[in-house]
């Protein structure tokens, strides 16, 4: 069973920067990030391809963050930038056996424990 561990979560004003890093256990495919506020639905945020060659995002984040993965230290990051204080949410690593960036949360089957991001205004 693969363990997902995600770091770099904190706190940070409107107009900062912060960025995630997930670090699975064993091998992985496509590799998403998604997030959930208080209240709301988990929902996707971002992700990525097993060779790094395509990814996907969520309008609310496109500009702004930016998923990458070094597999040869089998880490995935998610860089945010221009952050929002509707960006607030605790922010989850999946991971899916899809092949391509899925969007879909029913297609990743491993999560992680979360890391909360919050924005002030």
């Known amino acids: 069973q693969v363990q997902l561990v995600e770091s770099g979560g904190g706190l940070v004003q409107a107009g900062g920067s912060l960025r995630l890093s997930c670090a699975p256990s064993?091998?992985?495919?496509?590799m998403g990030w998604f997030r959930q506020a208080p209240g709301k639905e988990r929902e996707f945020v971002a992700a990525?391809?097993?060779?790094?060659?395509?990814?996907s995002y969520a309008d609310s984040v496109k500009g702004r963050f930016t998923i990458s993965r070094d597999n040869a230290k089998n880490t995935v990051y998610l860089q945010m930038n221009s952050l929002k204080p509707e960006d607030t949410a605790v922010y989850y690593c999946?991971?899916?056996?899809?092949?391509?960036?899925?969007?879909?949360?029913?297609?990743?089957?491993?999560w992680g424990q979360g890391t909360q991001v919050t924005v002030s205004s």
């Open positions: 064993g091998r992985t495919f496509t």
């Open positions: 990525i391809g097993w060779t790094g060659g395509s990814a």
């Open positions: 999946a991971a899916s056996r899809n092949p391509w960036p899925t969007m879909m949360r029913d297609d990743y089957d491993r």
